[in-house]
């Protein structure tokens, strides 16, 4: 009897470990009735890990699955529809990215420069490019690329749209112009820019810089004292590190930082800001910002107007709104579990300056 095939393959999740509304359970397997058909019926992943951030941002949850069953493949890219489903391990952000690093690494295996000081240049659309060796120069102009290296001190450009870069050394410099690039670093001390539209950055090492300014990025940084810095609109960062400095200066962003001592800086209108850290501080000047601080002992400063936040114990809290009667700013500055202010609670300025619970 023919064994049933069985795929490992990866899959995203929202914050409750549910997908589409369905809720997950790790170890558990799962089973669907009916004809399995890709993006309407079926239990659906990808078996490459890059693709699974076409669906999942960056700050969602991931797992390694067990595909079998029925199986139906997608023609844009690796996603696959199954019948059955295991959840075989969550995954981390570090590990989701050197899981990603490591599928390129795979496909390029085949086409990898394994001594140091390797110099690969390619041109052509859908190019397979790897390095081993340290000191790597690696150029790309062409669409759809994927190039891995896991030698110290690469130095990685890529130009055309859609380009999946993975490097797994120590002090990558990575750069990507093209649109849709999928970028992931585990090493230390990388160095990431990217100026393309809906890029998405991962990193997992220490000491990451990380800048992007396309619309729509998606950062992710969980090694400490990384550097972000994003000027798109429409920007999801997150960091999970401790030390990390953060700034945002397009409008709409959404930044989240749960490591301890975060500095996070924000100039556009409607950011959304969230830190769960001791001893972070935050700055807004942009109107209509949302700031929630649930460390202890941090401090929130907002110069735009109409924002509202909240702080957790022994919280500082400073908003700003305009006087009409004396046409100019006033700033109130209210300390958490003094004069009525409460932890987790949401405030804004009233007419008069005083803060009230939203």
């Known amino acids: 009897m023919k064994e049933e095939q069985k795929i490992i393959a990866f899959k995203g999740f929202d914050e409750n470990f549910k997908c589409r509304g369905f809720q997950y359970e790790l170890g558990k397997t799962y089973t669907i ?37 029925d199986l139906k493949t997608h023609s844009a890219d690796s996603k696959i ?7 075989k391990a969550e995954l981390k952000l570090s590990a989701f990215i050197s899981k990603c690093i490591s599928w390129l690494q795979e496909q390029c295996k085949d086409k990898f420069e394994i001594g140091n000081n390797a110099q690969i240049g390619s041109s052509g659309e859908y190019a397979q490019i790897g390095s081993s060796g340290e000191y790597a120069q690696i150029g790309s ?45 585990s090493g230390y001390n990388a160095q990431i820019g990217s100026s393309g539209n809906n890029a998405k950055i991962g990193s997992s090492g220490y000491n990451a810089q990380i800048g992007s300014s396309g619309n729509n990025a998606q950062i992710g940084s969980s090694g400490n004292n990384a ?35 975060a500095q996070i800086g924000s100039s556009g209108n409607n950011a959304q800001i969230g830190s769960s850290g001791e001893y972070a501080k935050i700055g807004s000047s942009g109107n209509n910002a949302q700031i929630n601080a649930s460390g202890k002992r941090s401090v929130i400063a907002i110069a735009g107007i109409n924002a509202k ?21 006033r700033i109130t500055v209210a300390y958490v579990g003094e004069n009525g202010i409460k932890e987790d609670t949401w405030y804004k300025l009233n007419d008069i300056g005083e803060f009230v619970e939203v």
């Not at 199954?82 to 959840?87: G, K, L, M, V």
């Not at 669409?143 to 055309?160: D, E």
């Not at 380009?163 to 992931?184: C, D, F, L």
């Open 33 to 69: 009735d009916g004809e399995v058909v890709v993006c309407k019926n079926g239990f659906h992943s990808c078996s490459n890990p890059f693709d699974v951030l076409d669906y999942y941002d960056i700050a969602s949850r991931f797992a390694v699955v067990e595909l079998g069953g």
């Open 227 to 261: 550097k972000i810095g994003s000027s798109g609109e429409y920007a999801q960062i997150g960091s999970s590190g401790n030390n990390a400095k953060i700034g945002s200066s397009g409008e709409y962003a959404k930044i989240g930082s749960s490591g301890y001592n």
């Open 81 to 87: 529809a199954s019948s059955e489903i295991t959840i």
């Open 141 to 185: 102009s062409g669409y759809n690329a994927k190039i891995g290296s896991s030698g110290y001190n690469a130095q990685i450009g890529s130009s055309g749209n859609n380009a999946q870069i993975g490097s797994s050394g120590y002090n990558a410099k990575i750069g990507s112009s093209g649109y849709n690039a999928q970028i992931g670093s």
């Open 309 to 329: 936040a909240k702080g957790g114990a022994n919280c500082v809290i400073a908003l700003t709104r305009w006087s009409n009667t004396e046409n100019r700013y």
